[in-house]
């Protein structure tokens, strides 16, 4: 899953030492870690996005557009957040760079802010109905909205929720908005309880591994035989 790659990430990132970074900038320098760099445009444009979203938060300022619900060209957004009047924000992963640093950042933020050690959550996954998957506005629950994905080996049934194996020959099946809740580990387990459920790894176009998404299934791992379902990012 993504924890899995914490270590490895926290080792990529600039480390963002709030007090010395606060320093630099109320006396109009920029800070000397944010100079240095021997990354390639695309890490460094993800890298930078990702201090400006802490910047944002240092200094009181409205965060939910860029990681949850909300119009982040809108200045009244965070009081739309858990309104009927809400917009819902989808991100598609095809779209970044590194797409495992940028769910495993939601992640860490929502640990962070609940209080709770990184190594203690997951992404709770849950595939929007197709009604809710083409509104734009609506009271669901806040958390990451992603589209562009297709299952592989499998077919998803709206029905029931359920992934179904599918014959190897079948195309690729693709999925309405999902719905990434954090939560701690404990209580996913609670929620689950003897859910059957199939583990789909996540992976971008060229075949690179970013993470991994537990899915309801109708059908135990055994019963996959070798053609297990696997999530393609568009």
């Not at 000397?32 to 444009?45: H, K």
């Not at 240092?58 to 949850?68: A, F, Q």
């Not at 769910?103 to 709770?124: N, P, R």
């Amino acid at each position: 899953g993504i924890n899995a790659e914490y270590g490895r990430f926290a080792g990529e990132r600039v480390v963002f030492h709030n007090d010395t970074i606060w320093r630099y900038l109320t006396s109009n320098r920029v800070p000397p870690s944010w100079e240095v760099t021997d990354q390639g445009l695309g890490n460094w444009v993800s890298d930078l996005s990702d201090k400006l979203w802490r910047l944002a938060k240092m200094v009181g300022g409205d965060t939910h557009s860029e990681l949850s619900i909300g119009d982040r060209n809108s200045s009244s957004a965070s009081d739309q957040v858990g309104g009927e009047d809400q917009t819902r924000l989808i991100y598609s992963l095809s779209t970044f760079h590194r797409p495992k640093h940028f769910l495993l950042s939601y992640l860490k933020d929502w640990a962070y802010t609940s209080g709770t050690s990184l190594s203690q959550v997951t992404f709770k996954v849950r595939v929007m109905s197709l009604t809710a998957a083409t509104s734009t506005t609506g009271s669901e629950d806040t958390g990451l909205y992603l589209e562009g994905l297709e299952l592989i080996n499998g077919g998803w049934d709206f029905m029931q929720n359920l992934v179904y194996p599918t014959l190897p020959s079948a195309p690729p099946f693709p999925l309405p908005v999902i719905l990434l809740t954090p939560i701690s580990n404990e209580l996913h387990q609670l929620e689950e309880g003897n859910t059957t459920k199939m583990e789909c790894p996540v992976q971008a176009r060229d075949g690179t591994h970013i993470t991994s998404f537990s899915l309801p299934s109708s059908h135990a791992s055994q019963q996959w035989g070798s053609a297990k379902p696997v999530l393609k990012i568009i």
